[in-house]
């Protein structure tokens, strides 16, 4: 089962930034398109932004634009997400997830059923 690795997650104030990253160890990201989710207590899980396998494109759901920043970096075979002016309602798990697909497919790529391999997902907690 392919797997990835989510890191950087952690306890930040109101209006502060961290930066996730993204791993395979046993597959390369480089040939699929990667996106970010989360899921906050009590709600269903949501997309975030999806990255193509180049990075030569990316969205974001409406809601993410402005202050969520998705990028790549495949000789380092990761993806990063940089969250800024983090809000108290941004605390969440944040999940990882890679398609069997090089493209992110527009909407499609913000819907989980269309992603094949999936971290375990770090704890971001943004406090007041």
């Known amino acids: 089962q392919l797997q990835l690795v989510e890191s950087g997650g952690g306890l930040v104030k109101y209006g502060g930034s961290l930066r996730l990253s993204c791993t395979a160890s046993?597959?390369?990201?480089?040939?699929?398109?990667v996106g970010w989710f989360r899921q906050a207590p009590g709600k269903e899980r949501e997309g975030i932004s999806c990255?193509?396998?180049?990075?030569?494109?990316?969205n974001y759901a409406e809601s993410m634009v402005g202050r969520f920043t998705i990028r790549r970096d495949n000789a380092k075979n990761t993806v990063y997400l940089q969250m800024d002016s983090l809000e108290l309602e941004d605390t969440a798990v944040y999940y990882c997830a890679a398609r069997s697909v090089t493209q992110c497919s527009g909407i499609y790529g913000l819907q989980e059923n269309t992603y094949s391999a999936w971290g375990q997902g770090t704890q971001v907690t943004v406090s007041s």
């Open positions: 990255i193509n396998s180049s990075g030569g494109a990316a």
């Open positions: 046993s597959f390369s990201l480089g040939d699929r398109a």
